[in-house]
């Protein structure tokens, strides 16, 4: 498996960088409708049935203690870590 999983997500693109995460569920906590563990217990995400405001995937990814979470505007500007 690739050491990044991107996705795009209301707009904005999600990088996880499975190396460096460290499974602590900050993520998961700040968007369960979001982020899941897969089998490795990594973050990853979850199959989106709904839109998810843009704040609350920043919140999400910027709680992470280990920074393994990306975030990026439509524009590619890099906004989380």
């Given at each position: 498996?690739?050491r990044?999983?991107?996705?795009?997500?209301?707009?904005?693109?999600?990088?996880?960088?499975?190396?460096?995460?460290?499974?602590?569920?900050?993520c998961?906590?700040?968007?369960?409708?979001?982020?899941?563990?897969?089998?490795?217990?990594?973050?990853?995400?979850?199959d989106?049935?709904?839109?998810?405001?843009?704040?609350?995937?920043?919140?999400?990814?910027?709680?992470?203690?280990?920074?393994?979470?990306?975030?990026?505007?439509?524009?590619?500007?890099?906004?989380?870590?």
């Amino acid at each position: 498996m690739s050491r990044f999983v991107e996705r795009k997500v209301s707009g904005l693109t999600v990088k996880i960088e499975r190396g460096s995460c460290i499974a602590s569920a900050n993520c998961i906590n700040a968007a369960p409708d979001v982020f899941e563990f897969d089998d490795d217990r990594i973050y990853a995400f979850k199959d989106l049935k709904d839109a998810i405001e843009n704040e609350k995937i920043i919140e999400a990814c910027s709680v992470c203690p280990v920074n393994a979470l990306y975030v990026f505007e439509e524009n590619g500007k890099q906004i989380i870590p």
